[in-house]
Every structure is written in structure tokens, then in C-alpha cells.
DNA sequence: TCGTCTAGGACAAAGGTTTGTCTTCGGCTC
DNA sequence: GAGCCGAAGACAAACCTTTGTCCTAGACGA
């Protein structure tokens, strides 16, 4: 394997690729003809041995319709874009898989367009890729916030099929997203039928709508709970997760209020800056707090502790966010989904009754 | 050719977009003159006042070029096609990262194409997306194994411009890969410098290349430097990694020989694999085992015992890979390419004097 | 005055498909 | 035998740009 045959580097000497004209010729009848017979026009009929000889000869020479003349011609790409910001953060991984998997099924190519989290773009940004005839829809899983959103960045996406994946954008009716609502309250269950009262949440950025939401719901559902919530928005680093913790013993230091019992961590990053502040403070886990991940990834079962999670509906949300794209471009139905199932709590070590309990 | 792409559905009807004739219209010129102008042609000569009038006109219809029909003239469609496994491991998103970015700077639009990891796909499959002029080039980072690469697909992907990323494909001229041998070294130099006679290395299958690769070069350095070194394959995920721990512990009871005291692990998941197995084994890291990890991520600076480790020149890769395509897609130089900085050593707390010294 | 040159454009031919409309011809009915 | 019809295909017009070639009128030189 280490001694391979030196390269003779065979660019193409000239020989195109077989066009529809090439087998018209071969076989001795007029392009529309192949053309009809090779995409299975019904109302096309021809004998069946012409029929056999054009199938032979395209086969033969390798035939592939040009992507680009049938797009032009049928005003219809078969491309979806995916506006992404390309994170560590496997939950993006878990999409985009999902995406690509259910575009491919339905006989879609998708493009990637990068949507750098510091320096987000405004989603109408990528409107020229419609524009151009690069791609057929967009599908928005930008992480820019949402008031920047809101900001005049609407009227151009509008007029262009689009969804948004995980968020919600500024119009009802484009936005594909999980039920973070049940995702909240399935940890909130399961710790308070252990006796936990007071509870943390430790999320990202209170802007992004994915953590908005299910601040929200924390809120409601606690206080339906009767339970005393703290929620800290923090980077979606491990960093943030560090630091978020700091704040909260801090805070725990200046007010002299019990510490809350069970936390809920946004992100696979922010969590292991929480459990490294919770050991550096020697708070033992689940011991002294119940840590649950509302991302779910296999390296939590291996840590030190292992992880009890949340595990989302990710790959259901792609795929979920491209079919209904290509609704929206088949001028189908335009309602907003979201997506519930399957949805699971993964029970593991880092759950806990309540100390003194 | 037994199927066609699926034929697509038709689309809504609704206000076009601005063509070139439209301009011409408004301007009164023909539409070669506008085409002319728009593409900055030092060959037209046009009175500034139409050169004015085409211009104002394009930019208040909003004009964008149809970049379909405009790739079928050229004959170049200024997309490229990244064929590769997206995994959880984060050395995919940073090599993707850097690919989309540099793609983006030299005005070319990344499709992305998932190879699963099961069941990878020889990368000709792939070759009709170049046949179709739907890209110009591809990108080829598939995990399929050497030997599957070998028979019989390489014909067809050398009829298309290719590069395969962080892999050797069957002939030379057309890699771009990162200096692995020196990674190795520097884990090695590292370790020996602290006393370490005994080494592990424990990486994915033998027959991904990049495995392959390093694992020669462990071999050489350690026969070169007089050191004693087990490899050990296993899956690249927690369990391999836990079950190549679960290996080397059986083994050396079985021989009775001294366990390695220094282990390199080739990826980020199977290092939390690691991880548990030693914990579990009750062997202290850094005390009864010094560990490096191969895969840098910011995590592993949070864990337990933070964890040294060797960054690659990832986002390098992705960049000078697509540097390399466009070359080839351009008739250019044909040449193997290998990416060697910055590699660094990233020194935490995983690493220390072998047991007893 | 005639020819030449050049600026300033126009014309038209691709590029490969798709698809609405026509043509031709044999067979059938009446 | 006239008329009709369906089968089997041919024709040609798009789709929107790019680009090689050609045209025209005025300026200029001889």
C-alpha cells in the first residue's frame, strides 16, 4: 500500500460526457424522443425496440442528464441550501444528518453555507441563492437572535421558499422546531419526584430562541410545580458553563439562599464547565446536585459520573425541516411543525434525591 | 443509469426574477451589451451614460445573474461537492469549517455529500455529481477502507477532478493530508523525554488510512528510540476505546509483561472510553498512566483529569483541500499535498513521570 | 474625396434539456 | 374509397447567459 503506481494524471482528454443528441444520433431518432423515453413520459409511446436501443445506448455511453440545462429549463434546482453555523456542538452534527439523509430520499442535494455564530449574517443574506437558481429553498438554522431577525432582515426571505430549523422566525408559519416545553418538563418530573425544590437551569444566551423557549417553560412549569427556579444564560462554551456555576455559588454566598438541588445544562459544552466548577467547589454529583444534559451524547455515559439526559428529536428535526421546505416550495401547505417525538429521558448517574432527604 | 434523478415537482408560478433582457429592455440595448457590462468586460465600450443606465437599472430590478444558465455556457458551475462521514467527532466539523470558508473566499459554493461509516460508498459513486455538472470538483473524505478504494472504483473517479482529504487515495498526485508521522513524534518525544519506555496507542481500524499512517510511524520512532509499542485498533467510538483498555489489561495479565505507561489515543470519543476503562481498572491518570489524546477539543481541558494533547492542523486541511481542488478543476499542478502547521502539543495535566521514577 | 479605423453596439449561435404542437402513415370504419 | 384515428415520432420554441463576429457611423489621414 505504501508503493502505489505513480499518477498519470488523466485529465479528460477532451472527451465530453454523452449529451441526449449523441444517443438521438446513435439510435437514429430526434432528442425529444430520448428525452421522453429516458424520463418515462407516459404519453410518449414508441416500439418497443427503438425503446430498447435507447435505453442500451445511454447505458452504454454512460448517459447523465445534465443537471444544470434540465434546471434551467424545468426552473427547478433540486438543491436546498442549509444555512448552518458549523459548531462542536453535536446537536448541529445530529441535524445536519438528518437533513442530508431525508434531502437525499426525496432527490434533493443539499449545500452548506457556514453562518459563523460571532458574526451572524441576517438569514435574507442567503436569499441570493434562490435568486441565483443555486437552490430551490433555504432551510434557516442561522444562530443570529432574534431581534436582530426581526429588523427590516424580513421582508427578503419572504419571498423566497424558506423555513427556519430550531428557531422560530419573525412570521408564523416557516418555523420547524422541537418540543423543548416537554424536554424541560420531563427533567423538571423526574427531579421533583425525587423532592427537589429548588432548581437551576444553565443554558445559553437568553436571544437564541431554543433557549428562550425553554426558559419559558422552566418558568411556568416550576411555578405550576411549585417549585424555585433559577435560570442563567451563559456561552455556549465550556467556559460559560464554568462560569455560570461561579455565579451561582456567588450568588448562593451573597443572599445566604440554599443552593438549588438538580440543574439542567443546555449544552454537551456548557456541561463539562459545570461539572469541573461543581468539583472544584466539592460539590459531589449527584450527592450534593443532580445534573441532567438536555443534549444528549454518547461520551455522557463514560464520564467520570455518568450523565442522566434528555435526549431530542435532532435527526427527526432535519428531516422534518426538509420535507416541509419542499412543501413550501411545491407551494404546498405553509403551517409551523413541531416536532415531539421520540423524546426520552436517559436515565443514568447524575440524578439524585436531594441531600438531607 | 438504471435510475434517473427523481423527477422533480413542478413549481408555483409568481413574480420572476430580473433577466438580463429585462435590463436590455429598460435600457434600450441588447442584452449581450448589458452582459458585457455587468461582467466588467474591458472589451465593450459603451457610452458612460448607458454604462450608468445598465448598471442603475440591474441594481434596482434586483438583477442576479442565473447562475444555472451561466454555469451551462461556461461550462463550470462553481460548486464543489464534499463527500464525507459526518460523525460526532469533532475533527469533521473543524476540517468542514475550514473547507466552506476557504470555498466561500474563492467564490465557490460547497455541496455537502454524508458517506456513512458503515456503509461507505466507493467515492466514484460519487463521480456523477461532477457528470452532471452538478459541481466541478469533489472533495473526497469517505471513511471506506483502503482496500475497498482500490478495486476497481478508482477508474472512474480519475476521470474527474478529486482530492481526498485526510486519506490517500489509490494512485498519488491527488491527496492533502496532515504530517501525522509528526504528531506522533511529538507525543513520543514528549513522553520518552519523561522517562517512558513503554507506549500504547490505541486508533480507529488499521485500515483508515490516517491509522495506518500514524501507526507506521509510531512503529519507526519507537524502534528508532528503543521504546516497547503496543497498537491496539478499535471502533472509534466510547466503547472501542473502553474495549481496547479492556484488551491491553488482558493481555498483560495473560503475558505477565508490564503494562505501557504512556497511551496515545487517536480520537476524542474513543478517549472517553479510555478514560472510564482505566478508571474503572483503578490505574490513576496521569500517576499509572500518562495519556495524550490525538484529537484536540476544547472539552478536554474540563475533564476530571484534564488531558494533553496534540492539535492538528484541521481547519488547514479543509482549506488547503479545497486550494488543491480548485487547482485541479483549473488544469493546474497535480501534486500530493501535506499540511504540517501549526501542530502543537497541548499540555495539561495527563501527562507525567512513568509509575516509580 | 476616398478609404480606413475605431468606438459603440447589435446579432446570433451556442450550451443541453424539456415540452407543446405538428406530421406522417397505416389501419379501421362506414 | 373517403374520412378518421391513434401510434410513433419529428420540430422547434423555450430556459438565460455568454461570446465570437459583424455592422454602422463618424473621425481621421492621405
Redesign the pocket.
Known sequence: MTELPPVPAPRKAGR?TA???DIAEAV??????V??V??GDPA????PE?YDKIWRTARQQG????AL??A????HTGALAFVIPLLRNPIWVRLQRGALQRASERGYAVMIMEDEMDQAQPPSTYRYLVDESRADGLLVATSLRIPAHAEGSTAGLLAVPHVYVNRRGPVRGNDVVMDEPAAVRLFLDHVAALGHRRIALIDGPVEVDTVHRRALAARRACAARGLQLTVLHADVTEEGGWEAIQRLLRRGAATGRALPTACAVGSLNQMFGVMAALRGAGLAVPESMSLVSLDEDECLAFLDVPVTSVAMPLAELGSAAVDALIARIDAQDTADVMICEPMNLIHRDSVARPPGS
Open positions: 465530453r449529451r441526449l443528441v437514429g431518432v430526434h432528442t425529444s424522443t428525452s421522453r429516458l424520463n410518449q409511446s414508441v416500439r427503438i448517459y447523465r442528464p445534465n440545462a434540465r434551467l429549463k424545468r426552473r
